[in-house]
């Protein structure tokens, strides 16, 4: 499956940002979905990641009540709303897809190229 992350871009804290994946070749819905960041100089972490369905989801303790992951079946693309954002939150964000449910980037084999969110203070 290829992936193609668009949304991000400079903000302010306390702003919203939505960022988009779309999917595209094999079946969107038989993949985990997952949100990874790279802050510089910081390794990747986990943001958040959605069940095939849709109807589970997971997120870091550090985005919780902030973020919110989604994903619409039929139109093969997955979002991730972030509201009050922080300064902090300042990184590339990655989509990636994979097949267990996991906060781990190893477990995800396919990967988006990345999108900038910068959020200035």
């Known amino acids: 499956v290829q992936l193609q992350a668009s949304g991000g871009g400079l903000v302010r804290a306390g702003d919203s940002l939505r960022l988009s994946c779309e999917a595209s070749?094999?079946?969107?819905?038989?993949?985990?979905m997952g949100w990874f960041r790279r802050a510089p100089e910081k390794e990747r972490e986990f943001v958040a990641w959605?069940?095939?369905?849709?109807?589970?989801?997971n997120y870091a303790d550090s985005v919780l009540g902030r973020f919110t992951i989604s994903r619409d079946i039929a139109k093969n693309m997955l979002y991730l709303q972030m509201n009050s954002l922080k300064p902090e939150d300042t990184a590339v964000y990655y989509c990636?897809?994979?097949?267990?449910?996991?906060?781990?980037?190893?477990?995800?084999?396919?990967w988006g190229q990345g999108t900038q969110v910068t959020v200035s203070s």
């Open positions: 070749g094999r079946t969107f819905s038989g993949y985990i």
């Open positions: 990636a897809a994979g097949q267990t449910s996991s906060n781990s980037p190893r477990d995800y084999s396919y």
């Open positions: 959605i069940s095939r369905s849709g109807g589970t989801t």
